[in-house]
């Protein structure tokens, strides 16, 4: 079973960027495609973006596209998000979460595994 630890998180301004980090332990990153969701506050839990294991394609939500972008580096065991462009929008808490399919899914319930999640407050 894989772990997953995220961190990276903080307060920015608009405008601003950060940079997430997913560390896994346990078992090698390379075999599980892997994703970032995030939950605002009395919100469902809500896809940003994935990439697969099978031969790194990614997938990212329509509301980050262009602003985000999600990588991997699999000598590393890490998987990474990009964050440009922030708005107060982006304030979340993001997790990260792997399974074992090939491809990018969009869907929370298709990934078996979650880190606790690190918050993001993006100030207006």
């Known amino acids: 079973q894989v772990q997953l630890v995220e961190s990276g998180g903080g307060l920015v301004q608009a405008g601003g960027s950060l940079r997430l980090s997913c560390a896994a332990s346990?078992?090698?990153?390379?075999?599980?495609?892997m994703a970032w969701f995030r939950q605002a506050p009395e919100k469902e839990r809500e896809f940003v973006a994935a990439?697969?294991?099978?031969?790194?394609?990614?997938l990212h939500a329509n509301s980050v596209k262009g602003r985000f972008a999600i990588s991997r580096d699999n000598a590393k065991n890490a998987v990474y998000l990009q964050m440009n462009s922030l708005k107060p929008e982006d304030t979340a808490i993001y997790y990260c979460?792997?399974?074992?399919?090939?491809?990018?899914?969009?869907?929370?319930?298709?990934?078996?595994?979650w880190g606790q999640g690190t918050q993001v407050t993006v100030s207006s």
């Open positions: 979460a792997g399974t074992n399919h090939p491809n990018p899914l969009p869907g929370k319930y298709d990934y078996a595994y």
């Open positions: 346990g078992r090698t990153l390379s075999s599980y495609t």
């Open positions: 990439i697969g294991w099978s031969v790194g394609t990614t």
